[in-house]
């Protein structure tokens, strides 16, 4: 037999990220009894012209979205079998949860547009359009031909035929299903792929800049885009999309993270705001199925952040567990991995040990009371293989590692961040900002308090014993939306009931040089105390790296190999080690946060962790910010005004407070 | 009929047929004869679910309880009710206790608790034991010399018991934990999974130390008999939370149960 180290590690890379992802290596016996609940379940949406939910749990790395994406790979199997626009066709929608509260339909309008726009030659939309044009009988013939004919036309009038369906859809409905002239205008442009990125980006919810409507709507009307409060218009949207599902066309809803809705642990603003979205979008549609994914731990969180009867909601159809793997599972896994390498699968004939190469009484070491998570018992088996490949034992240092892991992954996803950032969405830019800022100040600076409570067109709003402070997200591209907007903003700049209003832009988006009376209002507003601020992009790509990393570790997504990084590591590293962009993000918009200076990159590090955890074991210390117990101690006893360190040997630093500072 | 669309009800016999062999084949079920009534049986076990549910609040008369769920239960003829009752009194998913307070014969999601009874009626003589006390001790009789006393006459005037609770065996214990997680969550039994605090707190009376509770839920799962869900986040639990899941001795931390089904 060749040796092992020519080959690829069955084990390695493998897992699935998102639903969207199909499954490499499914062993259809794990989970079956949660999968065949939602195949039950989506089957009774079909019968019962219904809606039902289904709530899933299971603990990190137990594969839920493993399951999400081999229930989106059956339905699409199921659809290829039956031809298209066949019964068993259904439309996917995943939704990872990485918003605040005051952002959760539009986060949900967002990717809601962009899974309906998902698609190579035919998107979800189109088939859903085409489907229910087909079957309203208000397109007879060769559905595909007729759309082709109408491309063929490429004229910019309306599309007569659509008219005609949300004509009769608005009467069944006694005309609540909120299909407006605009969201009919662009459901035609699309089908006729006309001004589609124009048209995909008002789908989104995007601020388009009067040239662009005219285009689209061929209208000069003057409308204030934030006349109807952002949410509601997008809570309109999403519900009049989502109720052109039928029964052979369901929509599936699966929302992921849900976890990431949390400031802090003790946030239940977030999860309470989901809640009501998910019994609106249970009450106000058909034909849907909402599959909510959340980790085990976190369901009385659940249950407790909302009320009784938008927990059921949440679970009309059923809940159901996913177990960490037993050890018949385990070994279907470890077969299956090992027999997608082609050597190894013709020697493995050939030995009685069924899962040779490894040994059992190695993988049995992962094992805890009969159970291991698929996670954990891939990264056990990765290494056991490496171990085979090398001939050495893989275990560096435990501080060496976590530390390394998470400075790749922090400088791997802001990269992802700023490749992400354009074309620019400025709907997702708002929630990068309101999530992003959220989250930041909660690691950095507990002085800051988020209050909920908001005046209209403050998006974020933060108090301390120094003062409020309210944001306001200026990022619209409709010059008439934006000067409305300032001329409102000034009257809570005159009425004194800040001690700062901040004005935000991305400064990605700068005013047109043709924008004078914006301008002017710009202008007026900073003389009257306001403050125009625009953050870079690398400062907006790190807060989406941040927001992001933190949304995976609180749903339990982000992992050193088979352990899980909890939040609150990942939230002391970052502590520790964020750069010097983010710290003076957060000093612009809420001064007294940064830690105070330090000569040194590594006292600073120190300090800044002190700042939130006033007493700290050294050897955390060290593995948090990737250096030797002997040098932090060495720093901290440099800083003997500021930093204490206790202990013989020492053992603990802990934060030392000035006299004054104390009383 | 109603509720059909026009072609099913112009096709009345084949469906009485249909519905016929489905409940032969177990899949639908039936009552009655010249009236008969269809249900699917996954509505009895709501009726069951909503059934325990009510009771689970506070033990109530038949009358009461028929009154909670009679939404639930439209069409259902009475002897269908009293049948799922007593089912669920046979698999000790209800009880039938004696009323607290007069002669009636309750309907509870838990069994007959002593204590309940015993509280108002203890409480009421020892009251008036306490006035005798004090009348006794202007007399020149001690506390001491009084209690002694009340308590050599109570040993004798009750049958005898045992000081101690006879101490169930491990097998004993461990059914009363499995039986314990049916109880809490009736759809234990299909997978789903039974927060262990609050398990812990509904089976005090059986384990009243932290360990002894730990070690059965330990011992069910090396088994393979129930499997247990992680808390990997216990740094944002506080210690009262963090006392009321079950810790293994290699730092685990589980915070659910689930048999596996």
Same mark, same amino acid.
């Given at each position: 037999?060749?040796?092992?180290?020519?080959?690829?590690?069955?084990?390695?890379?493998?897992?699935?990220?998102?639903?969207?992802?199909?499954?490499?290596?499914?062993?259809?016996?794990?989970?079956?009894?949660?999968?065949?609940?939602?195949?039950?379940?989506?089957?009774?949406?079909?019968?019962?012209?219904?809606?039902?939910?289904?709530?899933?749990?299971?603990?990190?790395?137990?594969?839920?979205?493993?399951?999400?994406?081999?229930?989106?790979?059956?339905?699409?199997?199921?659809?290829?079998?039956?031809?298209?626009?066949?019964?068993?066709?259904?439309?996917?929608?995943?939704?990872?949860?990485?918003?605040?509260?005051?952002?959760?339909?539009?986060?949900?309008?967002?990717?809601?547009?962009?899974?309906?726009?998902?698609?190579?030659?035919?998107?979800?939309?189109?088939?859903?359009?085409?489907?229910?044009?087909?079957?309203?009988?208000?397109?007879?013939?060769?559905?595909?031909?007729?759309?082709?004919?109408?491309?063929?036309?490429?004229?910019?009038?309306?599309?007569?035929?659509?008219?005609?369906?949300?004509?009769?859809?608005?009467?069944?409905?006694?005309?609540?299903?909120?299909?407006?002239?605009?969201?009919?205008?662009?459901?035609?442009?699309?089908?006729?792929?006309?001004?589609?990125?124009?048209?995909?980006?008002?789908?989104?919810?995007?601020?388009?800049?009067?040239?662009?409507?005219?285009?689209?709507?061929?209208?000069?009307?003057?409308?204030?885009?934030?006349?109807?409060?952002?949410?509601?218009?997008?809570?309109?949207?999403?519900?009049?999309?989502? &109720?052109?599902? =039928? *029964?052979?066309?369901? +929509?599936?809803? $699966?929302?992921?993270?849900? @976890?990431? /809705?949390?400031?802090?642990?003790?946030?239940?603003?977030?999860?309470?705001?989901?809640?009501?979205?998910?019994?609106?979008?249970?009450?106000?549609?058909?034909?849907?199925?909402?599959?909510?994914?959340?980790?085990?731990?976190?369901?009385?969180?659940?249950?407790?952040?909302?009320?009784?009867?938008?927990?059921?909601?949440?679970?009309?159809?059923?809940?159901?567990?996913?177990?960490?793997?037993?050890?018949?599972?385990?070994?279907?896994?470890?077969?299956?991995?090992?027999?997608?390498?082609?050597?190894?699968?013709?020697?493995?004939?050939?030995?009685?040990?069924?899962?040779?190469?490894?040994?059992?009484?190695?993988?049995?070491?992962?094992?805890?009371? &009969?159970?291991? =998570? *698929?996670?954990?018992? +891939?990264?056990? $088996?990765?290494?056991?293989? @490496?171990? /085979?490949?090398?001939?050495?034992?893989?275990?560096?240092?435990?501080?060496?590692?976590?530390?390394?892991?998470?400075?790749?992954?922090?400088?791997?996803?802001?990269?992802?961040?700023?490749?992400?950032?354009?074309?620019?969405?400025?709907?997702?830019?708002?929630?990068?900002?309101?999530?992003?800022?959220?989250?930041?100040?909660?690691?950095?600076?507990?002085?800051?308090?988020?209050?909920?409570?908001?005046?209209?067109?403050?998006?974020?709003?933060?108090?301390?014993?120094?003062?409020?402070?309210?944001?306001?997200?200026?990022?619209?591209?409709?010059?008439?939306?934006?000067?409305?907007?300032?001329?409102?903003?000034?009257?809570?700049?005159?009425?004194?009931?800040?001690?700062?209003?901040?004005?935000?832009?991305?400064?990605?988006?700068?005013?047109?040089?043709?924008?004078?009376?914006?301008?002017?209002?710009?202008?007026?507003?900073?003389?009257?105390?306001?403050?125009?601020?625009?953050?870079?992009?690398?400062?907006?790509?790190?807060?989406?790296?941040?927001?992001?990393?933190?949304?995976?570790?609180?749903?339990?997504?982000?992992?050193?190999?088979?352990?899980?990084?909890?939040?609150?590591?990942?939230?002391?590293?970052?502590?520790?080690?964020?750069?010097?962009?983010?710290?003076?993000?957060?000093?612009?918009?809420?001064?007294?946060?940064?830690?105070?200076?330090?000569?040194?990159?590594?006292?600073?590090?120190?300090?800044?962790?002190?700042?939130?955890?006033?007493?700290?074991?050294?050897?955390?210390?060290?593995?948090?910010?990737?250096?030797?117990?002997?040098?932090?101690?060495?720093?901290?006893?440099?800083?003997?005004?500021?930093?204490?360190?206790?202990?013989?040997?020492?053992?603990?630093?802990?934060?030392?407070?000035?006299?004054?500072?104390?009383? | 009929?109603?509720?059909?669309?026009?072609?099913?009800?112009?096709?009345?016999?084949?469906?009485?047929?249909?519905?016929?062999?489905?409940?032969?084949?177990?899949?639908?079920?039936?009552?009655?004869?010249?009236?008969?009534?269809?249900?699917?049986?996954?509505?009895?076990?709501?009726?069951?679910?909503?059934?325990?549910?009510?009771?689970?609040?506070?033990?109530?008369?038949?009358?009461?309880?028929?009154?909670?769920?009679?939404?639930?239960?439209?069409?259902?003829?009475?002897?269908?009710?009293?049948?799922?009752?007593?089912?669920?009194?046979?698999?000790?998913?209800?009880?039938?206790?004696?009323?607290?307070?007069?002669?009636?014969?309750?309907?509870?999601?838990?069994?007959?608790?002593?204590?309940?009874?015993?509280?108002?009626?203890?409480?009421?003589?020892?009251?008036?034991?306490?006035?005798?006390?004090?009348?006794?001790?202007?007399?020149?009789?001690?506390?001491?010399?009084?209690?002694?006393?009340?308590?050599?006459?109570?040993?004798?005037?009750?049958?005898?018991?045992?000081?101690?609770?006879?101490?169930?065996?491990?097998?004993?214990?461990?059914?009363?934990?499995?039986?314990?997680?049916?109880?809490?969550?009736?759809?234990?039994?299909?997978?789903?999974?039974?927060?262990?605090?609050?398990?812990?707190?509904?089976?005090?009376?059986?384990?009243?130390?932290?360990?002894?509770?730990?070690?059965?839920?330990?011992?069910?799962?090396?088994?393979?008999?129930?499997?247990?869900?992680?808390?990997?986040?216990?740094?944002?639990?506080?210690?009262?939370?963090?006392?009321?899941?079950?810790?293994?001795?290699?730092?685990?931390?589980?915070?659910?149960?689930?048999?596996?089904?």
């Amino acid at each position: 037999m060749q040796s092992f180290d020519i080959l690829t590690n069955p084990f390695r890379n493998s897992i699935v990220t998102n639903p969207w992802q199909p499954p490499e290596t499914d062993i259809t016996t794990i989970h079956q009894s949660a999968f065949a609940r939602c195949c039950q379940a989506i089957a009774d949406v079909r019968q019962n012209h219904s809606t039902a939910s289904v709530l899933i749990h299971g603990e990190a790395g137990s594969g839920k979205t493993h399951l999400l994406a081999r229930f989106r790979s059956y339905i699409a199997r199921e659809a290829q079998a039956d031809g298209p626009g066949g019964l068993q066709e259904a439309v996917f929608i995943a939704v990872r949860m990485q918003t605040g509260q005051q952002m959760i339909w539009r986060h949900l309008r967002l990717q809601l547009a962009n899974d309906l726009l998902r698609g190579e030659s035919e998107c979800q939309l189109e088939r859903l359009l085409l489907h229910r044009l087909s079957a309203a009988g208000v397109v007879t013939g060769d559905i595909h031909s007729w759309l082709a004919e109408k491309r063929r036309e490429n004229n910019n009038e309306p599309l007569t035929e659509l008219e005609k369906l949300l004509d009769q859809l608005s009467r069944f409905s006694n005309g609540q299903l909120g299909f407006g002239y605009d969201l009919f205008t662009i459901l035609g442009h699309l089908l006729l792929d006309r001004h589609r990125y124009a048209a995909a980006a008002w789908l989104r919810g995007d601020s388009l800049p009067e040239s662009v409507q005219k285009q689209l709507f061929d209208s000069d009307r003057q409308d204030d885009e934030n006349d109807l409060d952002p949410e509601e218009r997008a809570r309109r949207v999403v519900l009049a999309l989502t &109720n052109l599902a =039928t *029964a052979d066309m369901p +929509l599936v809803f $699966c929302f992921d993270q849900l @976890e990431a /809705l949390q400031v802090d642990p003790r946030d239940i603003v977030g999860l309470f705001a989901f809640g009501q979205m998910a019994t609106e979008l249970h009450a106000g549609t058909k034909n849907v199925l909402i599959i909510s994914c959340i980790q085990s731990m976190f369901l009385e969180t659940l249950k407790n952040s909302m009320s009784e009867a938008n927990y059921a909601r949440l679970h009309s159809f059923d809940i159901t567990t996913l177990n960490p793997l037993d050890w018949k599972e385990a070994t279907l896994l470890i077969e299956a991995r090992l027999k997608s390498v082609p050597v190894i699968a013709a020697r493995r004939s050939l030995e009685p040990n069924q899962l040779w190469p490894l040994s059992e009484n190695d993988v049995r070491k992962a094992f805890a009371h &009969n159970a291991c =998570t *698929a996670r954990h018992l +891939l990264n056990h $088996c990765a290494n056991l293989f @490496e171990t /085979l490949r090398t001939g050495e034992v893989k275990s560096p240092p435990l501080s060496n590692q976590l530390g390394q892991f998470l400075e790749t992954t922090w400088e791997e996803r802001k990269q992802q961040a700023q490749a992400a950032s354009a074309p620019r969405s400025t709907n997702n830019t708002e929630d990068i900002i309101i999530q992003g800022l959220s989250l930041l100040t909660n690691l950095l600076s507990k002085n800051w308090q988020r209050v909920d409570q908001r005046p209209r067109d403050i998006d974020l709003l933060f108090e301390s014993a120094a003062g409020t402070i309210g944001i306001s997200l200026c990022n619209s591209t409709h010059g008439y939306s934006l000067c409305k907007k300032l001329e409102r903003l000034q009257a809570q700049v005159r009425g004194r009931k800040l001690s700062q209003l901040i004005l935000l832009r991305d400064s990605r988006l700068p005013l047109g040089s043709g924008a004078l009376k914006t301008r002017e209002m710009r202008e007026q507003i900073i003389k009257q105390g306001a403050r125009w601020v625009e953050p870079t992009e690398e400062a907006l790509s790190a807060l989406d790296a941040l927001r992001q990393l933190l949304s995976d570790a609180k749903s339990g997504a982000l992992a050193n190999g088979g352990d899980t990084v909890t939040a609150q590591t990942l939230e002391e590293w970052l502590v520790a080690n964020l750069g010097e962009e983010l710290h003076r993000t957060l000093e612009e918009f809420l001064p007294g946060s940064a830690a105070p200076a330090a000569k040194d990159e590594d006292t600073l590090r120190i300090l800044r962790l002190l700042q939130n955890n006033h007493i700290i074991s050294i050897e955390h210390t060290a593995v948090l910010l990737g250096k030797d117990v002997l040098e932090i101690e060495a720093c901290a006893r440099k800083q003997t005004d500021r930093i204490g360190v206790l202990g013989q040997p020492p053992a603990v630093l802990f934060h030392l407070v000035g006299e004054e500072s104390a009383a | 009929m109603k509720s059909l669309p026009q072609w099913g009800r112009s096709r009345e016999k084949q469906l009485r047929k249909h519905l016929d062999a489905l409940v032969k084949d177990g899949r639908v079920r039936s009552q009655g004869n010249a009236r008969k009534v269809y249900w699917l049986p996954d509505l009895e076990e709501k009726a069951a679910a909503r059934v325990i549910e009510a009771l689970g609040n506070s033990p109530l008369t038949l009358k009461k309880l028929e009154s909670t769920f009679k939404n639930v239960l439209v069409g259902w003829p009475v002897a269908k009710r009293k049948e799922l009752l007593r089912r669920l009194e046979k698999e000790k998913r209800i009880y039938k206790v004696p009323a607290v307070k007069g002669t009636g014969i309750l309907l509870s999601a838990q069994p007959a608790q002593p204590v309940e009874y015993l509280q108002k009626p203890i409480q009421k003589l020892a009251g008036e034991i306490r006035k005798l006390q004090k009348r006794l001790e202007k007399a020149g009789v001690t506390a001491d010399q009084f209690f002694a006393s009340a308590h050599a006459l109570w040993r004798q005037a009750l049958p005898a018991a045992t000081n101690e609770t006879p101490i169930p065996s491990q097998a004993d214990r461990e059914q009363l934990f499995l039986d314990g997680m049916k109880r809490l969550n009736n759809e234990a039994a299909n997978g789903a999974l039974v927060p262990l605090s609050e398990l812990r707190q509904a089976l005090f009376a059986h384990f009243p130390d932290r360990s002894s509770f730990d070690q059965v839920v330990l011992k069910l799962a090396d088994e393979g008999r129930v499997v247990l869900h992680r808390h990997v986040f216990p740094g944002s639990l506080n210690r009262e939370e963090r006392e009321s899941l079950v810790a293994d001795d290699r730092g685990n931390l589980f915070v659910g149960v689930a048999f596996r089904v």
